[in-house]
């Protein structure tokens, strides 16, 4: 009797935390996943460093187009004439 007390004891310590998927997946498995995980962070990561040269590149193109059109540089320059100060 003694016996089975002990064992009713040991179950609910171990019934304290429910098992997870990870306590659940074989450890190759896990590892694939995680492998996976990583490998799709980082081509995120490639892809926005991506998308962030090429905004900065065409930034760059659009400012080399404007400082050779002679109206934007003209009416910039007028634009900072006609201060109060003048």
Do not use: H, I
């Not at 310590?13 to 498995?29: C, G, I, Q, W």
């Not at 996976?36 to 400012?63: G, I, P, Y």
């Amino acid at each position: 009797m003694a016996a089975k007390k002990k064992q009713q004891n040991a179950r609910p310590a171990a019934s304290d935390k429910p098992a997870t998927l990870k306590d659940m997946l074989n450890p190759e498995v896990l590892a694939k996943l995680q492998a996976q995980a990583n490998e799709l962070k980082a081509t995120e990561e490639e892809r926005r460093q991506e998308e962030l040269r090429m905004t900065a590149e065409a930034k760059k193109a659009e400012r080399k187009r404007l400082e050779n059109d002679f109206e934007y540089l003209l009416s910039q320059s007028e634009g900072k004439k006609t201060s109060k100060y003048d």
